[in-house]
């Protein structure tokens, strides 16, 4: 990785949790290939999957504050 990168990289990790997910996505969003269509409508359908299942009572659910906090304590 460049110092360049770096830098950038620890000026990231000094942001919430959100807002590296935020910064993740569009730098993702960068990127243009030939299937980027198909993964996009793989993870939609991933995501209706889980609504479905979590409705049926198959799977839980946490709060995104409860997700990010086990995030923090997990880099920690």
């Not at 110092?3 to 243009?32: D, W």
């Not at 359908?45 to 979590?54: F, L, N, V, Y």
Request: proline share 3%; glycine share 6%; no cysteine.
């Amino acid at each position: 990785m460049s110092p360049q990168a770096r830098e950038v990289l620890a000026e990231a990790l000094k942001l919430s949790p959100m807002e590296r997910a935020e910064l993740v996505e569009q730098i993702l969003s960068s990127f243009e290939f030939a299937d980027r269509e198909k993964v996009d409508q793989l993870w939609a359908r991933e995501a209706e999957d889980r609504i479905s299942a979590h409705g049926r009572g198959e799977i839980g659910a946490s709060s995104a504050g409860r997700v990010f906090e086990e995030i923090e304590k997990d880099r920690k």
